[in-house]
């Protein structure tokens, strides 16, 4: 995030291709990226399909392609669902390390699916909880994930060499699980916002990754309110498509570019502040940059190397 930030990474805009009479943005992103620091060429290309939202097909679906940036030859072809999810629970525990209360203990996770999965399990590693809250619109599917997570072995581990127990509820409403809240991860598709600012205890930490495109996460006020971080303020303010989350309130002039207070990475090179003091409430709003999936993959690759796993397939 920080070679981001500094401009050393190459990112260009995502690309999109629209289908023509489907539901909102329904089509094809293209996302590459260039890390220096991994020596990473890397695209990303995504579909996004919300009439899949509640089918067995995912929302978002997404491949991986990593190219020599020696001699431009495709190096790997990989499943970029599961890369983009945990990705995403990486940078938002990166944030959580960075902006939430070093004292923080209750975390409220919004949502059931994979990308509340993996929040539950990244964000976990940077403070030590002592209570996860889980909340969604389906109910069964709430008890499903915390049932899951209590099983984690990984989970208990973490919580045992932290020293502590980590109790797993099901919270009855949004409402509920961000009640005195430290940090809250929304990881929705939420039509109508399910992060409001009088649910919110001074101090929270937010993280917001859920994206609809006829639809908000967070309401007005939250992103009034809070001090604004994101991953890069070109993608945050210009996302295709775009978030609603920023670009209704940038629309009617709630807010302005100048809202944000920082991205991650000037953050984490000490170029800007965080947290100004233990009442403030701080928002991270992801849009999902490239350069995360380039990092990512290229772990991926080297760990298979390491361990010779894939499958070589001819061009």
């Not at 539950?120 to 049932?147: Q, Y």
């Not at 980590?166 to 809240?181: F, N, T």
Request: glycine share 8%; charged share 20%; with cysteine.
């Amino acid at each position: 995030m920080a070679e981001l930030s500094s401009g050393r990474a190459a990112l260009p805009p995502r690309s999109a291709v629209v289908l023509p009479d489907r539901p909102g943005f329904t089509g094809l992103l293209d996302m590459p990226c260039y890390s220096p620091s991994e020596n990473a060429l890397v695209s990303k290309l995504v579909t996004v399909f919300p009439g899949n939202a509640g089918g067995p097909a995912p929302v978002r679906q997404a491949a991986i392609v990593i190219f020599d940036p020696e001699d431009g030859s495709p190096a790997a072809l990989l499943d970029g669902t599961y890369i983009t999810a945990i990705r995403t629970g990486a940078c938002s525990a990166l944030s959580t390390r960075l902006l939430a209360r070093t004292n923080a203990s209750t975390l409220a996770v919004l949502g059931t699916g994979a990308q509340a999965r993996a929040h539950a399990r990244t964000v976990v590693r940077v403070r030590p909880f002592t209570e996860i809250r889980v909340a969604g619109r389906d109910p069964s599917k709430v008890h499903a994930l915390c049932a899951e997570l209590t099983a984690d072995p990984a989970l208990a581990d973490r919580a045992l060499a932290a020293g502590n127990e980590v109790r797993v509820r099901a919270a009855d409403s949004y409402e509920a699980a961000l009640d005195g809240a430290d940090v809250v991860c929304a990881a929705t598709f939420a039509v109508d916002p399910v992060v409001r600012r009088g649910w919110l205890a001074p101090g929270t930490h937010i993280t917001s990754v859920g994206y609809n495109p006829a639809g908000r996460e967070l309401d007005d006020q939250t992103v009034a309110d809070a001090a604004l971080f994101v991953e890069s303020r070109e993608a945050a303010l210009h996302a295709v498509p775009p978030n609603l989350d920023l670009a209704q309130p940038l629309e009617r002039g709630l807010i302005t570019a100048e809202h944000i207070r920082a991205e991650l990475g000037e953050v984490v090179a000490g170029a800007r502040p965080g947290r100004a003091n233990d009442t403030e409430i701080t928002l991270y709003k992801s849009v999902g940059v490239a350069v995360q999936d380039a990092v990512a993959a290229s772990l991926v690759l080297a760990a298979a190397r390491d361990r010779s796993l894939g499958v070589d397939i001819p061009l």
